[in-house]
């Protein structure tokens, strides 16, 4: 089955404290995203990747790391969290970049 | 600057009729489209897209109408069924533009309720 596997489903953590959200997908797309989802702004793009080792800037990039070290995954990292990062974050696939792109389950954040 | 905007937060309408979700645009680069449908606790899932050299796809449905002059689009959804609940985002890229990021640009979404 061709899926966006996100881990975990939901964190809840403090301030500062390091944490890596895993995305991995099993269709051999090259282009990969994160977005977050908060009320009222719809999805918002962090940061995306075009291929093995080529990432960029998305709107919303401050705060967050990624590396795409491998096809199949784009790990999502903070390196100090903030209260203001708490979200619902989704990462996302397609195979041609602007395409329908196919989204994980979500991960929810709580930063206290 | 919100580029999309899907400016009625919720819909609500009767089964078997039909669910009209809009959205607006502003940015002129934008030439391809698309709605994803979302339920709780799940990621969007795409639904339906068009091209900016066309003014309508249908799927089943779905149907969606793309007028260019006015910068908005819709969703025509018929009949509509309870099944049907959820949150619509549209989105928007530029596919031809040669800073083609990838990014789509998503609306706040809709929440449509569809009552038995």
């Known amino acids: 089955e061709a899926q966006v596997t996100q881990n975990p489903r939901y964190l809840i953590t403090v301030t500062g404290k390091k944490l890596t959200v895993t995305c991995s997908q099993n269709?051999?797309?090259?282009?990969m995203s994160w977005y977050r989802q908060d009320p009222g702004l719809g999805l918002r793009q962090i940061y995306y990747s075009m291929n093995v080792e080529v990432t960029d800037k998305g709107d919303v990039p401050e705060g967050y790391k990624v590396s795409r070290k491998e096809k199949r995954n784009f790990p999502l990292i903070l390196e100090s969290p903030s209260p203001n990062q708490t979200s619902l974050y989704f990462c996302?696939?397609?195979?041609?970049?602007?395409?329908?792109?196919?989204f994980g389950d979500g991960t929810r954040l709580s930063i206290l | 600057d919100q580029q999309v905007k899907q400016n009625s937060p919720s819909l609500s309408v009767q089964e078997g009729r039909i669910s009209i979700l809009n959205c607006d645009y502003t940015?002129?680069?934008?030439?391809?489209f698309l709605w994803y449908k979302k339920y709780p606790a799940e990621g969007p899932t795409f639904l339906i897209s068009?091209?900016?050299?066309?003014d309508k796809n249908e799927d089943g449905r779905f149907t969606v109408f793309l007028n260019k002059s006015a910068k908005h689009l819709s969703l025509h959804i018929v009949p509509s069924q309870p099944g049907d609940s959820a949150v619509y985002f549209c989105?928007?890229?530029?596919?031809?533009?040669?800073?083609?990021?990838?990014?789509?640009?998503f609306g706040q979404g809709t929440t449509l309720q569809v009552k038995p």
């Open positions: 068009i091209s900016s050299i066309k």
């Open positions: 940015n002129s680069m934008f030439d391809y």
């Open positions: 996302a696939s397609s195979f041609v970049k602007g395409g329908p792109q196919h």
């Open positions: 989105a928007a890229s530029a596919l031809v533009s040669s800073s083609n990021t990838g990014k789509l640009i």
């Open positions: 269709m051999n797309h090259e282009y």
